[in-house]
């Protein structure tokens, strides 16, 4: 596989989140509703869609649990299968609890709903009390120290050296830019802001092409490798060689996020990626 320049995704493909992000997500839930969803039940709301931010995706997971409170009985597959055949999100997701609720349950599901209350536990629990002061700016409930602590280093030095010694690097995430920069560090990957989109640089997010076509135009690449672990990753570089043919966008697939083995690497291909690679570790050979 041939690039003129290769664009990375963050999350489970530099850097382990199982036991930061996800973790946070499950712990936020449980912290303020002392009811909560599994991790492992955390992949079914990537594959449906539109879950490219960790807090809404916490805010769908929270209004699941609210919603089995006042009697939704569906399993969590049908649940996210239910949100995916809406186009994803957590506005699909509000919109399959109203239908299924009555006007009154559903009325006590949204007054329990604190989006905000989410937000602020989970950054707590994801920054630690230090971080959180720092980007947050400011005062936590509890001193803890962070989950972000805990995100091992998946990209090894000498892939992060081939990558950048013979490719145009960017780098395209759904953390806010702050955290981004944390892991960046943490890797050792140097991306000037003029190639990399975070959260805080477009709303829509993934799987949006904008922020793909726009690092391809400022790379000047003819074809572009967009590396990511989630459907969107790789629905985002479809999406883009549909929003401009006059370049090739290929989506890369690892295994090291929350879709794994054979399974995943099927999901991965239904989705249109070009490759899937065990490991970013792998994709230097790869592209040859």
Sequence with gaps: MNADAVVLDVDGVLVDVEDSYRRAIVESIDRVYDRTIRKADIQQFKDAGGFNNDWELTDAAALYVLAAGEGYGESIGAYTDAIAARGGGVDAAEAVITDALGANATERVREAWDRERLREVFQQLYLGADLYRAIEGGDPDTETDGFIHDEPVIADESTIAA????????????????????????????????????????????????????????????????????????????????????????????????????????????????????SVNDLPDHLG
């Design 163 to 278: 990558l950048t010694d013979r490719y145009d690097v960017g780098v395209l995430t759904g953390r806010p830019e702050a955290e981004a920069s944390i892991a960046l560090e943490r890797v050792g990957l140097d991306v000037p802001a003029p190639h990399r989109f975070t959260m805080d640089d477009w709303e829509a997010g993934k799987p949006d092409p904008h922020a793909l076509v726009t690092l391809a135009e400022r790379f000047d690449a003819g074809t572009v490798v967009f590396v990511g672990d989630t459907l969107d990753d790789v629905r985002t570089a479809v999406n883009a060689a549909e929003t401009d043919p006059s370049r090739d966008y290929r989506g890369v697939g690892v295994l090291t996020g929350g879709l794994t083995g054979e399974e995943g690497r099927e999901k991965y291909e239904k989705a249109g990626a070009s490759a899937v690679v065990d």
